[in-house]
Every structure is written in C-alpha cells, then in structure tokens.
C-alpha cells in the first residue's frame, strides 16, 4: 500500500525537534505516522553549528548530530518521510487530506511543526554566515560570544530584551535601528538605556555582513545622511521578525494577529483532530527543548484522542 492509499494515524507536517519529538511518542504508542517535511528532517536545528543549552550534552552538540539521532530514533520507531511541501489542509472531516507535492494524504489526525522562519535583512553575507557569526536567538548563541563585541538589529521589543541578554556575556552591545527611537517597551527601554555596555547606531541599517570564515565587520548606512561605515564585529544578531510557516492552514484553525496558531493545554487546535507544537504555535518560549516538549504531549494528545475516535 502507497503512502497515498494508506489512511495513517496521524500525519505530522515538519520535521523539525517539535515533529521528530511526536513521531518518536507516536511510534511508541505503536501509531502509524507519516512526516510531511519540505526539505530534510531537522528544521533550523539542523543548521545551528553548536548547542550548548540542551539538557544532556554538557560539551555541546552540533545541530546537525542533535537533529540526526533525533530523526534515526523516530525512523526505529517506524517513522515514515516524504520530501514535499504543504499546499493546503481539509480537516473538517473525521478524516484529514493533506495535499502536498501534488498528491493527497490522509489521517485521522494531524500535527503541525512546521516552524516560524526568521525575517531575515536579505544583505549580502546574511546567508554565507549564518551560524558562523549571524545569529536570530541570542538564548542559543549568546555565551559564544563572551568578552565580544557584537551587533544587534532591531528596535522592538524582543531585539532590546536580547539585546540586554547578551549583557551577560559579550563586552560590548551596539543596537542597530532604522530610526532614531526604539519602538520596544518604555520600561524594557529604560533597562536597556541604564546598561552601560549597550550602545546605539540611529537612523541606520545594515549594508553588508563581511568576513572570511565568520563575520568580522559590517557596513553601517545612515538613511539620513545615506553615508556608510564599516565596523568591527564579532556577530549579529537579528530581530525583525519573525513569520510562522502557516500559510497551507484551513480558516478553522485559530491564529493570533500574527499568524501563531493558537492551542489549548492538550495542544489541540480549534479543530478536533489537529494539534500545533512547536515555534508554529503561540507560546512564550522558542527553543529546541520547549520544542521537544511540546512534541511529545501533542502525540500523548493525538493517542488520547485516537481512543475515541470511530
């Protein structure tokens, strides 16, 4: 039988540490599952050069060796992955049809991992350096940069509330912003402002990102005076945004002003059937290790509910 004519338990869309997490409880609980990821099993994970903030690995591990035990203890557990993008969901019925690379699947259930991507500044050296000096997650990268200088893009509120995160660890912090006030909190400015290592660059945005093997220096234009500099770095770290990866998903499933989806405790969506986990879902915290957690009760969730289902 094709992955086509099968009717699977549950049908996990991304392969991220959220999605690897749920087939690895699904498999357990001994359902049939089959993972929908566009590009390999891993997510951004995969492409982080060193983590240090996850339990168990007190030398750190590399993304790609984290990402890769967790795909080969999903695939022990019976894990089966097709490569294809999500066009669109039908979940209204007690059987799901997933459309994707052309050809439907179905389930009785669906997770959703597919993750937010990060809004990225779309400069030269952005992509090339990216884990060797760019970063969007100074909780992942920060204490790599002790005793440091580096760069922070962004003025709301999560660039500033990093921004004085890596007081922690780097020497100095240069906030870089379009404009020459920061649209974060009045009190989360007030904080930053009152830190000495913290120091600002107005009216300006990033040109180019520059190095050799990691960044070493960026260009600085000021949209005013449209003059450019170049400044010694040691890294980036980038706040504009960021974008869930919702844009396949039915009306019926609730999202925040933001497009999060939005859940209940169990992680079930408005719809019966579809559970979020993950950075897809409105939550606090975005990391590996929230991620995984929230892998394993969506398919604890996706059993529970499989009970009933007839």
Request: glycine fraction near 10%.
């Amino acid at each position: 039988m094709t992955a086509e004519e099968k009717i699977y338990d549950v049908i996990i869309i991304g392969g991220g540490p959220a999605g690897l997490t749920a087939a690895i409880y699904a498999g357990r609980a001994l359902l049939s599952t089959l993972m929908i990821e566009r590009a390999m099993p891993g997510g951004q994970a995969a492409t982080t050069d060193a983590i240090a903030n996850y339990p168990g690995f007190p030398n750190e591990i590399t993304g790609p060796e984290l990402m890769t035990k967790m795909e080969e203890q999903a695939r022990n557990f019976g894990l089966e992955v097709i490569s294809a993008d999500v066009d669109s969901i039908e979940a209204e019925n007690k059987i799901k049809r997933i459309f994707a690379g052309g050809k439907e699947y179905k389930a009785r259930s669906v997770i959703i991992t597919s993750g937010a991507d990060p809004n990225k500044l779309s400069v030269p050296g952005e992509d090339k350096f990216t884990g060797a000096g760019v970063s969007y997650c100074a909780t992942c990268d920060g204490a790599f940069y002790i005793d440091k200088h580096v760069l922070v893009v962004g003025g709301g509120d999560s660039a500033i509330q990093e921004a004085i995160f890596l007081t922690r660890f780097a020497e100095r912090i240069s906030v870089v912003h379009r404009r020459d006030k920061l649209r974060a909190a009045k009190t989360v400015q007030q904080k930053a402002f009152d830190n000495q290592k913290i120091d600002y660059f107005w009216d300006s945005v990033v040109e180019e990102i520059k190095g050799s093997d990691k960044v070493s220096s960026v260009i600085l234009k000021n949209v005013k005076t449209d003059e450019s500099k170049e400044i010694e770095i040691d890294g980036v770290f980038i706040y504009v945004g960021i974008t869930p990866n919702t844009g396949f998903l039915p009306p019926a499933v609730k999202t925040d002003d933001r497009g999060f989806i939005i859940t209940d405790e169990s992680l079930q969506t408005a719809v019966p059937g579809v559970f979020a986990a993950g950075d897809v879902r409105k939550k606090l915290l975005k990391q590996i290790v929230t991620a995984v957690s929230d892998g394993a009760v969506a398919a604890t969730a996706v059993e529970k509910y499989l009970e009933n289902f007839s």
